[in-house]
C-alpha cells in the first residue's frame, strides 16, 4: 500500500527528499572488523571444503577406474581363453626342453632309487 501511494506521487512529478540517516557509532568500526574477519575465516573454511570433497572426489573416480579397467582386462582374457583360435601357442624349443627337463628328473629319481636299493 505504500509502495502504490510512493508510485502514485512519482507519477505526479512530486519528488520526496529523503535525508539518508547513517549511525556513526563507535561500534561501527568494531563491527566492520569482525565482519571482515568472520568473511575470511567462512571463506577460508569454504576453501578447505572444496579442496578436500575434490581431493576425495578425484581419489574416488580413480579408484573405480582401476576397478573397471580390471574388470575389463579380466572380461578380455576370459575371452581369449574360452577362444582357443586365439591362445598363444608354446614355442616349440621351449616345450621341447620342458620335455627334456621332465625325462632327465624321472631318470634321476630312478637312479636314486636303485642306489637306495643296493
Do not use: A, C, W
Not at 512530486?14 to 540517516?21: D, V
Not at 575465516?41 to 573397471?68: A, D, E, M, P, W
Not at 578380455?76 to 586365439?86: A, E, F, L
Request: aromatic share 8%; glycine share 4%.
Amino acid at each position: 500500500m505504500m509502495i502504490g501511494r510512493k508510485l502514485i506521487i512519482l507519477q505526479n512529478g512530486q519528488i520526496l527528499n529523503r535525508e539518508k540517516f547513517f549511525l556513526k557509532t563507535q561500534y561501527m568500526e568494531e563491527l566492520k572488523h569482525l565482519t571482515v574477519k568472520n568473511v575470511k575465516k567462512h571463506g577460508y573454511n569454504g576453501l578447505v571444503t572444496i579442496i578436500r570433497f575434490y581431493i576425495r572426489s578425484t581419489n574416488l573416480l580413480l579408484n573405480k577406474y582401476q576397478k573397471i579397467r580390471i574388470k575389463i582386462k579380466n572380461i578380455r582374457d576370459k575371452r581369449r581363453s574360452d577362444n582357443p583360435n586365439q591362445q598363444k601357442d608354446v614355442n616349440k624349443f621351449l616345450k621341447i626342453v620342458s620335455e627334456y627337463k621332465h625325462k632327465i628328473r624321472e631318470i634321476k629319481h630312478k637312479i636314486k632309487e636303485e642306489e637306495e636299493n643296493l
